[in-house]
């Protein structure tokens, strides 16, 4: 793709050392220059335990809110010299940032309406809209673990995720809206993108069924630099690969 989308980061990222995670949505970091012990926001409640090894780097802003009780927030964790992101609010970003320009070719024909949709009592990421008033529902997934090239989606039992693709099937059904469902991949070694089936047989097999109903299934690699994250290139989704 020629044209190049980024989302900044409002400040220059600060490494620290991770030493615990004492739950979801918080870590504890080493900060090398105040030698002290920070408290970080974690924004992606996945289970992360491929990357949240003891000792490793972690990237961070500072808070804007001064109300926050954490002054920090993570970003990016470093797993064996390869950036991942694990931070979902700056993706999320990314994606409306190309809805709204309408450059994912996938989904060129539909014009963005709103984020953060409600219906039939679940809340979807991304409503879209066709010139003839065709609708259509996105749900984001993001994609941090992954083996030998194959990103793989949840990385933790998620029964949320799963009661979302079994809705979007649903609605697919009944022909109300087109579905899809987008896996933005938060690294850069990944190649083709698939269920993990080890990890949660009911979210693997609920995608399997996804497909069969008319889900469309899309994903895209991140670049991810000091300064943002960049829109990286279409790779494709094979719910039906199994994982030795």
Same mark, same amino acid.
């Given at each position: 793709?020629? %044209?190049? $989308?980024?989302?900044?980061?409002?400040? &220059?990222?600060?490494?620290?050392?991770? @030493?615990?995670?004492?739950?979801?949505?918080?870590?504890?970091?080493?900060?090398?220059?105040?030698?002290?012990?920070?408290?970080?926001?974690?924004?992606?409640?996945?289970?992360?335990?491929?990357?949240?090894?003891?000792?490793?780097?972690?990237?961070?802003?500072?808070?804007?809110?001064?109300?926050?009780?954490?002054?920090?927030?993570? @970003?990016? $964790?470093?797993? !064996?010299?390869?950036?991942?992101?694990?931070?979902?609010?700056?993706? !999320?970003?990314?994606?409306?940032?190309?809805?709204?320009?309408?450059?994912?070719?996938?989904?060129?024909?539909?014009?963005?309406?709103?984020?953060?949709?409600?219906?039939?009592?679940?809340?979807?990421?991304?409503?879209?809209?066709?010139?003839?008033? !065709?609708?259509?529902?996105?749900? @984001?997934?993001? $994609?941090?673990?992954?083996? =030998?090239?194959?990103?793989?989606?949840?990385?933790? /039992?998620?029964?949320?995720?799963?009661?979302?693709?079994? &809705?979007?099937?649903?609605?697919?059904?009944?022909?109300?809206?087109?579905?899809?469902?987008?896996?933005? @991949?938060?690294?850069?070694?990944? &190649?083709? /993108?698939?269920?993990?089936?080890?990890? =949660?047989? $009911?979210?693997?097999?609920?995608? %399997?069924?996804? /497909?069969?109903?008319?889900?469309?299934?899309?994903?895209?690699?991140?670049?991810?630099?000091?300064?943002?994250?960049?829109?990286? =290139?279409?790779?494709?989704?094979?719910?039906?690969?199994?994982?030795?």
């Amino acid at each position: 793709m020629s %044209e190049k $989308v980024f989302i900044d980061f409002p400040a &220059e990222l600060k490494k620290m050392t991770f @030493v615990e995670r004492p739950n979801r949505f918080i870590l504890h970091c080493f900060d090398e220059g105040t030698k002290q012990l920070e408290k970080v926001h974690l924004a992606d409640p996945g289970r992360l335990i491929e990357l949240l090894i003891e000792g490793v780097t972690i990237y961070v802003l500072p808070s804007t809110n001064p109300a926050r009780k954490t002054k920090w927030t993570a @970003v990016y $964790v470093e797993s !064996n010299g390869l950036l991942v992101s694990i931070n979902t609010t700056y993706p !999320n970003k990314l994606v409306e940032k190309m809805l709204r320009n309408e450059i994912i070719a996938e989904l060129s024909a539909y014009q963005w309406v709103k984020s953060e949709y409600t219906y039939g009592g679940s809340r979807w990421d991304f409503l879209l809209e066709d010139k003839e008033k !065709n609708q259509l529902l996105l749900e @984001v997934k993001s $994609v941090t673990l992954a083996s =030998d090239g194959i990103g793989m989606f949840p990385d933790a /039992v998620t029964k949320r995720g799963a009661k979302h693709v079994q &809705e979007l099937t649903a609605i697919a059904k009944a022909g109300t809206y087109k579905t899809a469902i987008l896996f933005i @991949v938060q690294r850069e070694d990944v &190649e083709i /993108v698939t269920s993990a089936a080890a990890i =949660d047989p $009911v979210f693997a097999k609920s995608l %399997e069924v996804a /497909v069969y109903a008319g889900v469309q299934l899309l994903s895209y690699t991140c670049i991810l630099t000091k300064q943002g994250i960049e829109w990286g =290139d279409a790779i494709p989704v094979d719910p039906f690969l199994k994982i030795q």
